[in-house]
């Protein structure tokens, strides 16, 4: 089974997404935020990760930027609620497979997850 | 299991009511929507709103069980989506006339309609794809709210709590509210929208302030750096009374007062630069027309609705306590406080910068002078701030 991991600081998103996935088959782990995420992706080697940019403890470029010291491989799917070009370009640079706007629309977020789980 | 029989009309009653008190529109949803999952014993409830900067709906609010609710700002549809679809395009508006709602236990039955089948697959595909939305909304009811035909907000509906269907009148209830609430966003936000307009258009304001503060500057090379100094005097003086609590500022003050201390001098654009700069004293013709800066001031002023208090900042800040300063010769408490203010900043200043026609004093010289003068030129609540200022050493 495909696993995903989703972190962000709301719980009411992690619970959202988590059974909102869960419903279409996908195993789904979540973290509440850039530490913890560093953690689980060491130790639990998901096949996805959905990443929150703006986040209190450790933002989400910042674990981003971490991970790509040690791990070139994981992938992951930044979700931002601002408009940030240099955020974006950074995010873009430290080798992400896609962008995710905030709101969003759960058709796109299911078929860009989708997708790329099934590469 | 009968549910608690809930009096409608009563409901919606008290609903309108909040509607006009809270002016908040996000609120108002909230607390509305909180109290049809307690009251209806939903499982959850939500709203879906629209964004008019965003051109497109956003649930914004999500109440009931954990699990359920569906995390507010977080989910966008756009005009594509079915079930916004099927309730902006007119070509379906017929199918939910009578029920005021869009319930999923309806779109089976609707699926089979004579009207449905004949109108072919468009319809269909389109109501196949409402009934698979509703449950990732957790809804199983939709209730739309209009404002002149525009689709404002959708209101979701979930599951009763003892499986019970949604009665008509209960449906009946929700479109009103929803209508209602749809009311209350369209004023609120044309409300913000006004008041966003007025900021703008004040800070606009303050800023040609600031250019046409400088501009009397540029006319009177002598003066340089005066309005700027006499506003940073004006409102430390103003800061001091309000600590030492002697006066009492009402709301707005000290932005009307920086911009009064800004504009003060701004009548002499329109007296003539000879005698603006006249290195000898103004003879007393001379002098009547340099007074008349005041006046020429708030003339310039007038046009400007909402500055009130400024515009008597300019007018009157060099009126003295004792009623022998122009222009209108007013006394003591006649003077408003922020001319009083400024006519202290004002007075301090001229004297201890140089003046084409004289050296500047000594600040210590200079507060004694404000010391013997209090009472007589100035308001002592002012003057008294000054001189602890100075002792301070805070000038």
Redesign the interface.
């Known amino acids: 089974m495909a696993k995903l991991l989703i972190v962000d600081d709301?719980t009411?998103?992690r619970?959202?997404a988590r059974?909102?996935f869960k419903k279409r088959g996908i195993e789904v782990i979540t973290a509440s935020g850039g530490k913890v995420a560093l953690e689980l992706i060491a130790s639990d080697n998901p096949d996805l990760v959905l990443l929150d940019v703006r986040m209190e403890e450790l933002t989400g470029v910042d674990a981003l930027r971490q991970l790509r010291q040690t791990n070139q491989v994981t992938k992951v799917i930044m979700v931002s609620g601002i408009e940030d070009e240099d955020t974006i370009n950074e995010a873009k640079s430290l080798g992400v497979v896609g962008f995710i706007h905030?709101?969003?629309?759960?058709e796109e977020l299911e078929r860009i997850v989708l997708a790329e789980l099934n590469k | 299991m009968a549910a608690i029989k809930i009096d409608y009309k009563k409901e919606l009653e008290s609903a309108s009511k909040g509607m006009i008190l809270i002016h908040d529109p996000k609120l108002l949803i909230k607390l509305i929507v909180r109290s049809i999952v307690q009251k209806v014993q939903l499982e959850h409830a939500g709203m879906i709103l629209y964004d008019h900067q965003k051109n497109s709906y956003v649930l914004a609010i999500s109440r009931g069980q954990a699990g359920s609710r569906i995390p507010e700002g977080f989910v966008r549809f756009d005009k594509s989506n079915p079930l916004i679809r099927f309730f902006i395009e007119k070509e379906y508006k017929y199918l939910v006339a009578n029920r005021n709602a869009l319930l999923s236990e309806d779109i089976n039955k609707l699926l089979w309609q004579e009207s449905v089948i004949s109108n072919g697959n468009g319809t269909k595909k389109l109501l196949h794809d409402v009934s698979e939305q509703m449950p990732r909304l957790n809804a199983v009811a939709c209730v739309p709210a209009y404002h002149h035909h525009s689709l404002l907000a959708i209101l979701l509906l979930g599951q009763k709590h003892d499986g019970g269907r949604f009665e008509q009148e209960e449906l009946d209830f929700f479109s009103a509210l929803a209508s209602d609430v749809a009311m209350a966003i369209q004023n609120a936000q044309l409300f913000e929208d006004l008041k966003r307009e007025a900021d703008r258009n004040r800070n606009l304001f303050i800023q040609t302030t600031i250019a046409l503060g400088s501009a009397i500057e540029a006319k009177d090379a002598y003066t340089h750096g005066h309005t700027e100094r006499v506003t940073k005097y004006a409102m430390a003086i103003a800061r001091q009374m309000e600590s030492a609590a002697v006066y009492q500022f009402p709301p707005k003050f000290f932005e009307n007062l920086y911009i009064s201390g800004l504009l003060h001098d701004i009548g002499k654009i329109g007296v003539p630069e000879s005698i603006l700069t006249k290195k000898d004293k103004l003879t007393f013709e001379e002098y009547e027309i340099m007074k008349t800066h005041t006046t020429r001031g708030a003339e310039i002023l007038a046009p400007l609705t909402g500055f009130e208090e400024c515009i008597a900042g300019v007018k009157y800040h060099h009126e003295h306590y004792d009623g022998t300063g122009y222009p209108e010769k007013l006394k003591g408490d006649e003077i408003p406080m922020v001319a009083a203010i400024i006519a202290v900043a004002d007075a301090f200043d001229a004297m201890t910068t140089d003046r084409s026609y004289r050296k500047g004093l000594s600040k210590d010289v200079a507060i004694a002078e404000v010391e013997k003068f209090t009472g007589k030129q100035f308001n002592p609540k002012p003057a008294q701030a000054l001189i602890e200022l100075f002792k301070k050493g805070e000038l």
């Open positions: 709301e009411d998103i619970e959202f059974n909102f905030k709101p969003l629309v759960l």
